[in-house]
């Protein structure tokens, strides 16, 4: 635990710097004696009143008492008493009639002796008094001339009511009061007094804000009133309510003048009374130690550290959540601890706001900053300090030695010992950006960085959805699932189209190579020389024999019985073919009947998950979606035509079955058994006659199946018929990839309205930059959807065989010429992505090497099991090409941007857009950003995270922590020589022992600012 009284470093309490004890010239505390009641009341004020100023006018008396009281162990909830005197100069507004001046403040530092305010300071003003203009005269003749006190100021009065005439006398306050409120100050003899040694750097001034408005502006007034306001480090006014403070505060700095203007109660009365001006009523907070010197910060962050009114925001916010807050660390030795390893041994409270880690290289900060993540559940295990090269070192075991715990603001506590890993199933209580991560993505921006920044895009951008726009979903990718999930299936559907046009092209371009058409010609050149070999085969002739009459009646007898078996087994064959043709019919009427009945199946599932899937719908729209979307289906139909072709083909197949004994095929067996007997029973010459007219018949039905017609392919005028359409192939051709482009303008279509839902999500986020924009410059940082190429060149190098002959030949100059074609294409609009279509297309059909341009074929660069529709259903499927968001710098993309301006937009990621409540701790934001870079947009950055969540920082720049206006500096020293013991030192930055150690730090350190300029900013600030 630090030393330092106020460890937690900055807080908010409440200061009231304009109180008047009973001592003072006009109070209105009652009884004789009204210092006990007014001691009770001032420790009866609510808790957050931590400092007053005890302001007398010009006396001291009630400040000693005051300070008597304190040292009896009185007033135990304040914790500072300042001295306050209040003068009037001589700076004079109103009318003449009633003239008001000047109220000029001295607020002293607590370190001075009230002596010496006496001694050093009233004392030296005593011959420098003087009157009001109209009764000047009182003083210059000699009236009145001595050291201010509360009698000579009552004879003062008397001498200046004595001084007008006696009908006016009854317009003027008591003498005293007369006496005071003429005695004037010329601001040259204040600032003079106070050049005094004894108060260098001891005091601050401010002006009350009522009367120095008073004073006219005008060419006489305008320089003085100016140069009084201007001087003060700080202007007092007693507001009504702090819309008055506010109204008050907005006309000071539309005038252009110091509005640093605090809210003071300038009580007179006890709290129970009814006037504005009574102990408690001051709406003044302030963020700083209760010291003189955290007085002092806010002339450097006035806006930052003060807050008029009820309370400020920040208090509410923690308290509202609690468990976003870490407020203590505490470390502990474990079982395993040795004595000569001491570490971790302190406490180490946090502060709720900016809290700064700073220290010498090698002194221990990037270990708190990592311990803290790992209490915090980070999924972030870069780890600069607890990796197995440093503390985790598998040898010494360092890490199973010690605990630590972390307390949250709502009292939960978690404890781990420092060797346990990163749980990324645990809920992230931190967001940890450790100088690894931040290096790693600055300098190499890898694939799993870039998924993991991916990630982050949409954990910030869901962030920014409106509640009442999310739908109920968790994270961004529910959202986005459930608002395209719809999209989606269409491009499904659409893919899916195109996989069967490319199954055709494929097979039109097979077609059209000079190989297929050669193929043609050399079978129909066989077909024709098997029509030349068939007709040098034809039988040859034989005479038909002449026969007695008797031989020859018999020979006709069974010739024509021969013939009508013949014209009956024609007759049959052609009722066979015709049974042959019902029964083809009636199998595919079947497995078309099955496969509809199988679609209407499927549609009907689909219908049914339709209704599932709407369901939500139905109740968001409170209405029936089955009275929305009916579906009618007769299932009759289709099974009275298969019920149909059933029967048909048991016909067929009945007929055309010899084991029945009527059938068909029994019949035409018959009739052929009986024409082979007919011509056992003709004489030898006869026989050979029939045998010719048989081969004859035969020989013409070959010739005739030789030749055949154009739609038997096998035949030759098949051939020429075949021969003949490849003349159509190109039109052919050319339809298809219309079609398919056609498809294709669908598909990117589709992506295109995927993209539009992204665009609508991220700008909620784009709305919140361009109001929050930390730079003069318009739209230095931006949020885009854009449809991105993803995984193209790999998926397509996969299918390749980069040993082929090709465009892509060569496993590095392949990628390489493939990368170049991804890179010089616009993937933005549906032109750009066509173009890069037929780009891909003419460099898979010619070889585009150096030197080449020969046509190539694309079966022919594939790799085994790869088909040509498969690569087309990729290259023209457009999966490779989806919606991302992206992030942009200067309207560049990450991945362009130099590893500064990386960092710049990562960190200014993470504190400013970022809308996550918890914990953000980094490790070194200063790192890769030049100064310039540092002041104008980190430094913001950081302001503007700390008002809505915890920041932690490690930094080796102190002064980085100092211009942040850090609420706490945790100082971190590692003793070497005493078990390497690591000492934090935590507290303010206005803390002296603080600011030492800053000094300290900056002069052991090259700064990321200069030097010299570094510790002139902390000295002036804090000194």
């Given at each position: 635990?630090?030393?330092?009284?106020?460890?937690?470093?900055?807080?908010?309490?409440?200061?009231?710097?304009?109180?008047?004890?009973?001592?003072?010239?006009?109070?209105?505390?009652?009884?004789?004696?009204?210092?006990?009641?007014?001691?009770?009341?001032?420790?009866?004020?609510?808790?957050?009143?931590?400092?007053?100023?005890?302001?007398?006018?010009?006396?001291?008396?009630?400040?000693?008492?005051?300070?008597?009281?304190?040292?009896?162990?009185?007033?135990?909830?304040?914790?500072?008493?300042?001295?306050v005197i209040e003068l009037r100069l001589d700076k004079f507004g109103g009318s003449s009639g009633h003239l008001s001046r000047v109220n000029y403040h001295i607020i002293f530092s607590n370190e001075v002796e009230p002596e010496i305010i006496e001694h050093q300071f009233l004392n030296a003003l005593c011959s420098k008094y003087i009157l009001s203009p109209q009764y000047d005269n009182i003083i210059t003749c000699e009236k009145w001339a001595a050291i201010p006190t509360k009698r000579s100021l009552e004879d003062l009065g008397r001498l200046i009511i004595d001084s007008v005439p006696e009908e006016e006398r009854c317009n003027f306050d008591i003498p005293l009061i007369e006496g005071f409120n003429n005695l004037c100050l010329s601001l040259d003899s204040?600032?003079?007094?106070?050049?005094?040694?004894?108060?260098?750097?001891?005091?601050?001034?401010?002006?009350?804000?009522?009367?120095?408005?008073?004073?006219?502006?005008?060419?006489?007034?305008?320089?003085?009133?100016?140069?009084?306001?201007?001087?003060?480090?700080?202007?007092f006014i007693s507001a009504k309510n702090p819309e008055a403070w506010e109204q008050a505060r907005r006309s000071l700095k539309d005038g252009g003048v110091n509005c640093r203007l605090l809210d003071c109660s300038d009580a007179h009365a006890l709290s129970t009374a009814s006037v504005k001006d009574r102990l408690g009523k001051c709406f003044t907070w302030i963020k700083a130690d209760p010291t003189f010197q955290g007085l002092r910060q806010l002339l450097y962050e006035p806006e930052a550290r003060v807050f008029v009114g009820d309370k400020p925001h920040a208090i509410s916010h923690v308290v509202k959540n609690s468990t976003k807050y870490m407020s203590m660390?505490?470390?502990?030795?474990?079982?395993?601890?040795?004595?000569?390893?001491?570490?971790?041994?302190?406490?180490?409270?946090?502060?709720?706001?900016?809290?700064?880690?700073?220290?010498?290289?090698?002194?221990?900060?990037?270990?708190?900053?990592?311990?803290?993540?790992?209490?915090?559940?980070?999924?972030?295990?870069?780890?600069?300090?607890?990796?197995?090269?440093?503390?985790?070192?598998?040898?010494?075991?360092?890490?199973?030695?010690?605990?630590?715990?972390?307390?949250?603001?709502?009292?939960?506590?978690?404890?781990?010992?420092?060797?346990?890993?990163?749980?990324?199933?645990?809920?992230?209580?931190?967001?940890?950006?450790?100088?690894?991560?931040?290096?790693?993505?600055?300098?190499?921006?890898?694939?799993?960085?870039?998924?993991?920044?991916?990630?982050?895009?949409?954990?910030?951008?869901?962030?920014?959805?409106?509640?009442?726009?999310?739908?109920?979903?968790?994270?961004?990718?529910?959202?986005?699932?459930?608002?395209?999930?719809?999209?989606?299936?269409?491009?499904?559907q659409l893919v899916n189209e195109l996989k069967g046009i490319n199954i055709k092209i494929v097979f039109l371009e097979n077609q059209r190579t000079e190989e297929y058409r050669k193929g043609l010609v050399a079978q129909l050149e066989q077909l024709n020389n098997e029509l030349k070999a068939h007709q040098e085969a034809k039988p040859i002739e034989i005479k038909k024999p002449e026969e007695d009459l008797q031989v020859k009646k018999e020979i006709e007898d069974a010739v024509n019985e021969i013939s009508d078996l013949q014209r009956r087994e024609s007759e049959l064959s052609e009722e066979i073919n015709c049974k042959k043709e019902i029964l083809r019919k009636a199998i595919l009427q079947i497995a078309s009947a099955e496969k509809l009945?199988?679609?209407?199946?499927?549609?009907?599932?689909?219908?049914?998950?339709?209704?599932?899937?709407?369901?939500?719908?139905?109740?968001?729209?409170?209405?029936?979606?089955?009275?929305?979307?009916?579906?009618?289906?007769?299932?009759?139909?289709?099974?009275?035509?298969?019920?149909?072709?059933?029967?048909?083909?048991?016909?067929?197949?009945?007929?055309?079955?010899?084991?029945?004994?009527?059938?068909?095929?029994?019949?035409?067996?018959?009739?052929?058994?009986?024409?082979?007997?007919?011509?056992?029973?003709?004489?030898?010459?006869?026989?050979?006659?029939?045998?010719?007219?048989?081969?004859?018949?035969?020989?013409?039905?070959?010739?005739?199946?030789?030749?055949?017609?154009?739609?038997?392919?096998?035949?030759?005028?098949?051939?020429?018929?075949?021969?003949?359409?490849?003349?159509?192939?190109?039109?052919?051709?050319?339809?298809?990839?219309?079609?398919?482009k056609n498809l294709v303008h669908e598909i990117f279509k589709a992506k295109e309205q995927l993209l539009e839902e992204y665009r609508k999500l991220y700008s909620p986020v784009q709305y919140f930059i361009n109001k929050n924009s930390m730079s003069s410059e318009p739209d230095i940082l931006q949020f885009f959807a854009s449809i991105t190429v993803d995984g193209f060149v790999d998926g397509l190098l996969e299918m390749i065989n980069k040993g082929r002959k090709g465009s892509f030949q060569g496993e590095q100059e392949g990628r390489e010429r493939l990368k170049e074609l991804v890179l010089s294409n616009d993937f933005s609009t549906e032109n750009g992505v066509q173009y890069f279509l037929e780009c891909v297309q003419e460099h898979l059909e010619y070889d585009k090497r150096d030197g080449n341009n020969r046509k190539v074929l694309l079966r022919d660069q594939l790799r085994?099991?790869?088909?040509?529709?498969?690569?087309?259903?990729?290259?023209?499927?457009?999966?490779?090409?989806?919606?991302?968001?992206?992030?942009?710098?200067?309207?560049?993309?990450?991945?362009?941007?130099?590893?500064?301006?990386?960092?710049?937009?990562?960190?200014?990621?993470?504190?400013?857009?970022?809308?996550?409540?918890?914990?953000?701790?980094?490790d070194q934001p200063e790192e890769n950003l030049d100064n310039q870079t540092i002041a104008t947009m980190l430094v913001p950055a950081i302001k503007k995270a700390k008002e809505s969540r915890q920041i932690i920082i490690v930094t080796?720049?102190?002064?980085?922590?100092?211009?942040?206006?850090?609420?706490?500096?945790?100082?971190?020293?590692?003793?070497?020589?005493?078990?390497?013991?690591?000492?934090?030192?935590?507290?303010?930055?206005?803390?002296?022992?603080?600011?030492?150690?800053?000094?300290?730090?900056?002069?052991?350190?090259?700064?990321?600012f200069d030097l010299r300029d570094a510790k002139y900013e902390v000295l002036e600030r804090l000194h």
């Amino acid at each position: 635990m630090s030393d330092l009284k106020y460890p937690y470093g900055s807080e908010w309490r409440k200061w009231d710097l304009h109180v008047h004890t009973p001592s003072s010239l006009i109070h209105s505390y009652p009884g004789p004696d009204p210092w006990e009641s007014f001691i009770i009341d001032l420790e009866t004020l609510p808790p957050e009143f931590k400092v007053i100023g005890i302001n007398d006018y010009i006396f001291i008396d009630g400040y000693k008492r005051v300070l008597k009281e304190k040292a009896k162990g009185r007033l135990a909830n304040i914790d500072l008493i300042l001295p306050v005197i209040e003068l009037r100069l001589d700076k004079f507004g109103g009318s003449s009639g009633h003239l008001s001046r000047v109220n000029y403040h001295i607020i002293f530092s607590n370190e001075v002796e009230p002596e010496i305010i006496e001694h050093q300071f009233l004392n030296a003003l005593c011959s420098k008094y003087i009157l009001s203009p109209q009764y000047d005269n009182i003083i210059t003749c000699e009236k009145w001339a001595a050291i201010p006190t509360k009698r000579s100021l009552e004879d003062l009065g008397r001498l200046i009511i004595d001084s007008v005439p006696e009908e006016e006398r009854c317009n003027f306050d008591i003498p005293l009061i007369e006496g005071f409120n003429n005695l004037c100050l010329s601001l040259d003899s204040v600032q003079s007094a106070l050049k005094s040694h004894y108060f260098e750097g001891k005091y601050l001034t401010a002006v009350g804000k009522t009367e120095w408005a008073d004073i006219k502006w005008n060419n006489h007034s305008i320089a003085d009133k100016k140069n009084i306001i201007n001087g003060a480090h700080f202007v007092f006014i007693s507001a009504k309510n702090p819309e008055a403070w506010e109204q008050a505060r907005r006309s000071l700095k539309d005038g252009g003048v110091n509005c640093r203007l605090l809210d003071c109660s300038d009580a007179h009365a006890l709290s129970t009374a009814s006037v504005k001006d009574r102990l408690g009523k001051c709406f003044t907070w302030i963020k700083a130690d209760p010291t003189f010197q955290g007085l002092r910060q806010l002339l450097y962050e006035p806006e930052a550290r003060v807050f008029v009114g009820d309370k400020p925001h920040a208090i509410s916010h923690v308290v509202k959540n609690s468990t976003k807050y870490m407020s203590m660390i505490e470390f502990e030795r474990t079982e395993l601890a040795k004595d000569e390893e001491i570490w971790f041994s302190s406490n180490i409270p946090l502060n709720h706001g900016l809290v700064a880690i700073i220290g010498n290289k090698g002194n221990g900060k990037s270990a708190l900053a990592d311990i803290l993540a790992l209490l915090g559940n980070t999924h972030n295990s870069n780890f600069s300090f607890l990796n197995r090269d440093r503390f985790r070192e598998p040898k010494t075991k360092l890490d199973g030695m010690f605990s630590a715990s972390i307390t949250w603001k709502s009292g939960l506590k978690f404890k781990k010992t420092l060797s346990e890993p990163v749980d990324q199933s645990a809920v992230e209580l931190v967001k940890y950006i450790p100088q690894k991560y931040l290096e790693s993505i600055c300098s190499d921006l890898k694939e799993s960085n870039k998924i993991q920044f991916d990630h982050e895009l949409k954990e910030v951008i869901f962030s920014h959805v409106d509640d009442t726009s999310r739908l109920g979903k968790e994270t961004l990718s529910e959202l986005i699932n459930y608002l395209t999930n719809e999209k989606e299936e269409r491009i499904s559907q659409l893919v899916n189209e195109l996989k069967g046009i490319n199954i055709k092209i494929v097979f039109l371009e097979n077609q059209r190579t000079e190989e297929y058409r050669k193929g043609l010609v050399a079978q129909l050149e066989q077909l024709n020389n098997e029509l030349k070999a068939h007709q040098e085969a034809k039988p040859i002739e034989i005479k038909k024999p002449e026969e007695d009459l008797q031989v020859k009646k018999e020979i006709e007898d069974a010739v024509n019985e021969i013939s009508d078996l013949q014209r009956r087994e024609s007759e049959l064959s052609e009722e066979i073919n015709c049974k042959k043709e019902i029964l083809r019919k009636a199998i595919l009427q079947i497995a078309s009947a099955e496969k509809l009945l199988t679609r209407i199946d499927n549609l009907e599932r689909q219908l049914s998950t339709f209704y599932n899937e709407s369901s939500e719908d139905e109740i968001v729209l409170e209405l029936d979606v089955k009275e929305v979307v009916t579906l009618k289906i007769d299932r009759q139909l289709v099974h009275n035509v298969k019920n149909g072709a059933e029967t048909l083909k048991l016909e067929a197949r009945t007929s055309l079955n010899e084991d029945y004994k009527d059938s068909l095929a029994a019949q035409i067996k018959t009739i052929r058994d009986q024409m082979k007997a007919k011509h056992l029973s003709l004489d030898e010459s006869n026989r050979k006659y029939q045998s010719y007219l048989q081969q004859l018949k035969d020989w013409q039905r070959k010739h005739d199946e030789i030749i055949g017609s154009a739609e038997n392919a096998a035949s030759i005028k098949g051939m020429e018929a075949k021969l003949a359409a490849l003349d159509d192939l190109p039109a052919q051709h050319k339809n298809l990839t219309t079609k398919r482009k056609n498809l294709v303008h669908e598909i990117f279509k589709a992506k295109e309205q995927l993209l539009e839902e992204y665009r609508k999500l991220y700008s909620p986020v784009q709305y919140f930059i361009n109001k929050n924009s930390m730079s003069s410059e318009p739209d230095i940082l931006q949020f885009f959807a854009s449809i991105t190429v993803d995984g193209f060149v790999d998926g397509l190098l996969e299918m390749i065989n980069k040993g082929r002959k090709g465009s892509f030949q060569g496993e590095q100059e392949g990628r390489e010429r493939l990368k170049e074609l991804v890179l010089s294409n616009d993937f933005s609009t549906e032109n750009g992505v066509q173009y890069f279509l037929e780009c891909v297309q003419e460099h898979l059909e010619y070889d585009k090497r150096d030197g080449n341009n020969r046509k190539v074929l694309l079966r022919d660069q594939l790799r085994q099991q790869v088909e040509p529709e498969d690569l087309y259903d990729f290259l023209y499927g457009l999966n490779y090409l989806q919606p991302r968001f992206e992030l942009r710098w200067q309207n560049k993309p990450l991945d362009q941007l130099s590893p500064g301006e990386r960092g710049n937009l990562l960190l200014v990621f993470y504190l400013l857009i970022d809308k996550r409540d918890t914990p953000l701790i980094i490790d070194q934001p200063e790192e890769n950003l030049d100064n310039q870079t540092i002041a104008t947009m980190l430094v913001p950055a950081i302001k503007k995270a700390k008002e809505s969540r915890q920041i932690i920082i490690v930094t080796h720049n102190p002064n980085l922590a100092v211009v942040c206006d850090a609420d706490q500096i945790i100082h971190s020293q590692l003793d070497k020589t005493n078990g390497n013991r690591v000492i934090y030192t935590s507290g303010a930055i206005e803390d002296p022992k603080i600011t030492k150690l800053i000094v300290d730090v900056l002069e052991g350190t090259k700064a990321a600012f200069d030097l010299r300029d570094a510790k002139y900013e902390v000295l002036e600030r804090l000194h």
